[in-house]
Nanobody
Framework: QVHLVESGGGLVQPGGSLTLSCVASASPATIYRMAWYRQAPGKQRDLVASITSAGLVNYSDSVKGRFTITRDTAKSAVNLQMNDLEPEDTGVYYC???????????WGQGIQVTVSQ
């Protein structure tokens, strides 16, 4: 079982910035991919950004150019730098880990991000 601890959420005004962090209780060698998902009120959970052990990154179209995902492989941690935040970025953000060699999905408890005046 892998435990994920998320931090860094909160309330920010439009145009502001936040950094989300997630630390996994797993060896970096057993992690294939780390990612952030977002669930807005009344909507499904969608991928925001992901990064593989090889450093390959993927972003949703809505955050390209504003969000940056980075990974500290030595610490099994992932960060999401969010700039130029918009009200549409509001939601609960979940850290996700896909393990290897057997592919299991692990989820954090979620952290609230609210973008509002």
């Amino acid at each position: 079982q892998v435990h994920l601890v998320e931090s860094g959420g909160g309330l920010v005004q439009p145009g502001g910035s936040l950094t989300l962090s997630c630390v996994a209780s797993a060896s970096p060698a057993t992690i294939y991919r780390m990612a952030w998902y977002r669930q807005a009120p009344g909507k499904q959970r969608d991928l925001v950004a992901s990064i593989t052990s090889a450093g390959l990154v993927n972003y949703s179209d809505s955050v390209k150019g504003r969000f940056t995902i980075t990974r500290d492989t030595a610490k099994s941690a992932v960060n999401l730098q969010m700039n130029d935040l918009e009200p549409e970025d509001t939601g609960v953000y979940y850290c996700n880990v896909v393990s290897r060699p057997i592919s299991y999905d692990y989820w954090g408890q979620g952290i609230q991000v609210t973008v509002s005046q």
